[in-house]
Antibody, heavy 115, light 110 residues
Framework: EVQLVESGGGLVQPGGSLRLSCAASGFTLSTYWMSWVRQAPGKGLEWVAN????????YYVDSVKGRFTISRDNAKRSLFLQMDSLRAEDTAVYYCARGWYFEYWGQGTLVTVSS | QSVLTQPPSASGTPGQRVTISCSGS????????VNWYQQLPGTAPKLLMY???QRPSGVPDRFSGSKSGTSASLAISGLQSEDEAEYYC???????????FGGGTKLTVL
C-alpha cells in the first residue's frame, strides 16, 4: 500500500525556518517525480515545488523561489522541503504528492507562520 | 487569482449529470494534459482524472473528462451524495515551468 506521511509542521515566527519531511512507503521512491502542494486555510490548492527522480531537476512556484528548497533521499525513502524566511502567507497545510500527476497524496502537515 | 479558471460552485440533484469547466491558455491546457482532483471535506485531495480523460483504478466510470483547445471539462453522471466535494483542475504550464491549479469548484448535491 502506498503511504506518504508528512511531518515537521508547526508554529514559526515570520522570518523563521522549518524543514518538512515526507516518509514514503509501499513503492520505490526513486522511480517517481515528487511534489509539495499547499493549501492555505479555506483556500484552494497551490503547487509549491517538484523534484525529478534523481534530483537533477527542480521547479518552484515564483513566490517561494530563493526561500524554499526541495530535496530527496531515495535511500531513506524521504522527501524534504526546507523553508526559510517564512512569511505569514506561507501558512498552509503542506502535502507531499507522488508522481508527475500527483497520483497519491499524504495527509498533510500544518505550517503556521505567526508572531 | 488562479491561472486556471473554474466556476466557484456547481450543484445537482441525485441522478443528474453535472459538468465542471476549467479554462486556461495555450501554455498550459492548450499544450499539456489536464488532471482533476477531488477533495472531500476534511481530507487530502485525490486524483480523479489524468491525461484529460483517464480514470485511475477505483474511480467510477460515472466520472469522465474531456479537453478542447484551452478548456477542459469534468462530467459526473448519475450524481450521488458522496460526490459532494471540491473539485480542482490542474495542468503543467510550459512557459512558466510550474503546475497551475484552478481555484476549485464546490459541488453540492441537493
Amino acid at each position: 500500500e502506498v503511504q506518504l506521511v508528512e511531518s515537521g509542521g508547526g508554529l514559526v515566527q515570520p522570518g523563521g525556518s522549518l524543514r518538512l519531511s515526507c516518509a514514503a512507503s509501499g513503492f520505490t521512491l526513486s522511480t517517481y517525480w515528487m511534489s509539495w502542494v499547499r493549501q492555505a486555510p479555506g483556500k484552494g490548492l497551490e503547487w509549491v515545488a517538484n523534484i525529478k527522480q534523481d534530483g537533477s531537476e527542480r521547479y518552484y512556484v515564483d513566490s517561494v523561489k530563493g526561500r524554499f528548497t526541495i530535496s530527496r533521499d531515495n535511500a531513506k525513502r524521504s522527501l524534504f522541503l526546507q523553508m526559510d524566511s517564512l512569511r505569514a502567507e506561507d501558512t498552509a497545510v503542506y502535502y507531499c504528492a507522488r508522481g508527475w500527476y500527483f497520483e497519491y497524496w499524504g495527509q498533510g502537515t500544518l505550517v503556521t507562520v505567526s508572531s | 487569482q488562479s491561472v486556471l479558471t473554474q466556476p466557484p460552485s456547481a450543484s445537482g440533484t441525485p441522478g443528474q449529470r453535472v459538468t465542471i469547466s476549467c479554462s486556461g491558455s495555450s501554455s498550459n491546457i492548450g499544450s499539456d494534459f489536464v488532471n482533476w482532483y477531488q477533495q472531500l471535506p476534511g481530507t487530502a485531495p485525490k486524483l480523479l482524472m489524468y491525461s484529460n480523460n483517464q480514470r485511475p483504478s477505483g474511480v467510477p466510470d460515472r466520472f469522465s473528462g474531456s479537453k478542447s483547445g484551452t478548456s477542459a471539462s469534468l462530467a459526473i453522471s448519475g450524481l450521488q451524495s458522496e460526490d459532494e466535494a471540491e473539485y480542482y483542475c490542474a495542468a503543467w504550464d510550459d512557459s512558466l515551468n510550474v503546475w497551475v491549479f484552478g481555484g476549485g469548484t464546490k459541488l453540492t448535491v441537493l
